[in-house]
């Protein structure tokens, strides 16, 4: 993808270019992003927590609440703490914290402290999954200049100048690894200079993105941590944190993050505390039949389907087990019997098949002179899934226009009751099919979609409640601007970017 190698290829000018406001910080590319992903011991967040941790207050659902919200009071002494936190975030966003140490506070939540040295890795870490999320999906860049478009974000022409110049210095000498790299992606070496300016821009747009809600963040993770040791997770996460410590992974991790090992231990302890408090949360919550439902009453015709068919189905592997290709099976004959020829091996895989299909074809002719379709799909269908359940080789309702083409044409026609009049062939093996029923166009049944609801709720429901109780929870908190930052801000003191 051209948008993924430029993100690549670009690591280290785009990062001098985001990081700006952190400086301390090493460069995006010290380390691949990709890393720390793929450790399954990140600090990183969760899909999960990252939603929520970096959701503002302010911010309203347009989906359906299913749990009441604060009533006026509450969200009248919530705006206090939250207005605290939009005037520090402003500052810290125009701000160079260069000079700052990281044991600077910027403030303290229920007198825990939130230093700059926590800001600083906490906006490390989210530049690392931008960093990631625009290599593995060029559509990120896409949205990210597009909200840069409506929010009237530019580059400024040092920032443009420092990208060309970027680009100027790969492409100088025409070096053959560049040229490469432009005929695989069909790419002149002025597109790939626009590239470079795109992905800038999107690396721009992200930067403010999450410069807006960092600190905010960084106060919900903190009430999270509080909460969870009065729930008593500590030796949960001192537990988490010592498994990972000694794993093998550890060693790469450290190096990886690109920070020390006490704060490494920190943010792993910090980290577990927050899930295990998260989960809490939600599990109080569970969605309920009622709540199912009342969605599916209200959505009904969200739930529309086509014509459809409900099968029931024979397989035969091919060979000796599911999935197993003619060349599979010649290499697993060759090893039983490594004297044989390779003519030998090939006449062995076709009488093996052959054996197979006979015994599709014995089977079809049992079901049609009467013998039960699912008994005989119990006892002979070699899907694993179907043939465990011993369900007499029910399928479900299938929509016609979803059907595989290859069966779609030897199927439909077939009235209800009815078997395939012969074996259909495929890659895996033999099929035989009853239709057991057929039904016109019409509404998938609460039952058929109970689950897929249940879960679609369950996420939607534990997201508007955790950010009920994070609300609620900065409501509460006694959040202070540290006298060392008021003093910085009334002096004037703080370096603008």
Request: charged content about 30%; some cysteine; hydrophobic content about 35%.
């Amino acid at each position: 993808m051209k948008g993924k190698y430029v993100v690549q290829v670009l690591g280290i000018a785009v990062s001098l270019f985001c990081l700006n406001s952190c400086a301390k910080q090493s460069s995006l590319t010290s380390k691949p992003s990709s890393e720390l992903d793929e450790s399954k011991m990140s600090v990183a967040k969760t899909d999960s927590e990252k939603n929520v941790l970096s959701s503002k207050p302010s911010e309203s659902k347009t989906q359906e609440n299913v749990v009441s919200g604060l009533d006026e009071t509450k969200q009248k002494e919530t705006s206090d703490n939250d207005k605290i936190l939009a005037d520090l975030a402003k500052k810290l966003g125009k701000s160079k914290l260069d000079k700052f140490s990281d044991s600077f506070v910027l403030c303290t939540v229920n007198n825990v402290p939130i230093t700059v040295g926590d800001y600083r890795r906490q906006f490390k870490s989210e530049q690392q999954q931008v960093q990631a999320s625009l290599t593995m999906n060029p559509e990120v860049t896409s949205n990210l200049i597009r909200t840069a478009q409506e929010q009237g974000v530019t580059l400024s022409l040092d920032e443009k100048k420092r990208l060309a110049d970027s680009a100027m210095r790969m492409q100088k000498g025409g070096t053959k690894s560049f040229d490469k790299m432009l005929a695989e992606n069909r790419m002149t070496k002025a597109q790939f200079r626009d590239q470079v300016l795109d992905v800038g821009l999107a690396f721009k747009m992200a930067n403010l993105v999450i410069e807006d809600g960092l600190i905010n963040e960084l106060v919900n993770r903190s009430i999270l941590a509080q909460a969870a040791k009065e729930n008593g997770f500590s030796k949960d996460a001192m537990k988490k944190y010592t498994e990972v410590a000694q794993s093998p992974e550890y060693k790469r991790l450290l190096e990886v993050s690109g920070i020390s090992g006490d704060d490494l231990r920190n943010e792993i302890i910090g980290n577990e505390l927050c899930l295990k408090q998260i989960d809490k949360i939600k599990k109080e919550s569970p969605i309920t039949d009622v709540e199912i439902s009342n969605y599916y009453e209200k959505n009904r015709g969200k739930f529309r389907h086509g014509a459809r068919i409900r099968l029931s189905q024979i397989f035969i592997a091919r060979g000796s087990k599911v999935g197993e290709s003619e060349q599979d099976m010649g290499m697993r004959l060759k090893k039983e019997n490594p004297s044989l020829s390779t003519g030998d091996i090939n006449k062995l895989v076709q009488e093996q098949i052959k054996k197979k299909s006979d015994l599709a074809q014995d089977i079809l002719n049992r079901a049609h002179k009467g013998e039960d379709f699912a008994t005989l799909a119990n006892q002979y269908s070699e899907d694993l899934v179907k043939s465990t359940q011993k369900n007499g080789g029910d399928l479900g309702f299938q929509e016609e226009s979803k059907l595989d083409k290859s069966f779609a044409d030897k199927i439909t026609k077939i009235p209800a009751g009815g078997v395939t009049s012969e074996v259909i062939t495929s890659p895996y093996g033999f099929h035989i099919f009853k239709v057991t029923a057929k039904e016109s166009p019409g509404y998938y049944k609460l039952s058929e979609v109970k689950e897929t609801l249940k879960d679609l709720l369950t996420e939607e429901k534990g997201q508007q409640v955790l950010d009920d109780w994070l609300a609620e929870g900065r409501q509460k908190a006694t959040i202070v601007v540290s006298p060392e930052m008021k003093n910085m801000i009334a002096s004037n003191k703080l370096e603008k970017r």
